[in-house]
Antibody, heavy 121, light 111 residues
């Protein structure tokens, strides 16, 4: 059974750096083909893909946020960490981590519950 | 990379069929048959309903089906039920660099 759970601060100040951790179980990020992604959703708005890390440490970032994002993995801890710099109130959102599906790998088949991050001074 | 375009809302009566469109470009929807669809109830995480254009994950009702024509993908819900009332998002693969792009979302209301 695959599960994922996000953790991190609920409140950050403008210009600060956000660090979120995704702790998962039921799969290993050392297995070929596996990937974990981050997706966010501002209140009342649409989903937005942020980043993806593959089992071989290859990484992909949203072109519009690439300069502010870093995704890393700790295989031994079954964790993926997302860092976003220079936070702004428009970054207020629920942040989800998700397991990349098999086959084409172009979708997310298991999602965490999400964590709401508010950016405010 | 711009978000895929979906209608803001679609409604239907119980038992009816509805279709949600998802319009992209030749760089995403038009180039790959790799559209996925997600259902999201208020306050909940998204749930995968369709992947790789028309495949259903185990446990998803066969009332949900996906298709594509040109730069537009579609999700059809047949035999509409009250539990189908939710937000729906499409998502398309957009190449190895961009990975995926999500749609603007559609609120489905069961009348």
């Amino acid at each position: 059974q695959i599960t994922l759970k996000e953790s991190g601060p609920t409140l950050v100040k403008p210009t600060q750096t956000l660090t979120l951790t995704c702790t998962f179980s039921g799969f290993s990020l050392s297995t070929s083909g596996v990937g974990v992604g981050w997706i966010r959703q501002p209140p009342g708005k649409a989903l937005e893909w942020l980043a993806l890390i593959y089992w071989d440490d290859d990484k992909r970032y949203s072109p519009s946020l690439k300069s502010r994002l870093t995704i890393t993995k700790d295989t031994s801890k079954n964790q993926v960490v997302l860092t976003m710099t220079n936070m702004d109130p428009v970054d207020t959102a629920t942040y989800y981590c998700a397991h990349r599906g098999g086959g084409s790998g172009s979708y997310f088949d298991y999602w965490g519950q999400g964590t709401l991050v508010t950016v405010s001074s | 990379q711009s978000a895929l375009t979906q209608p803001a809302s679609v409604s239907g009566s119980p038992g009816q069929s509805i279709t949600i469109s998802c319009t992209g470009t030749s760089s995403d929807v038009g180039s790959y048959n790799l559209v996925s669809w997600y259902q999201q109830h208020p306050g909940k995480a998204p749930k995968l309903m369709i992947y790789e254009g028309s495949k259903r994950p185990s446990g998803v009702s066969n009332r949900f089906s996906g298709s594509k024509s040109g730069n537009t993908a579609s999700l059809t819900i047949s035999g509409l039920q009250a539990e189908d009332e939710a937000d729906y998002y499409c998502c398309s693969y957009a190449g190895s660099s961009t990975f995926v792009v999500f749609g603007t979302g559609t609120k489905v209301t069961v009348l």
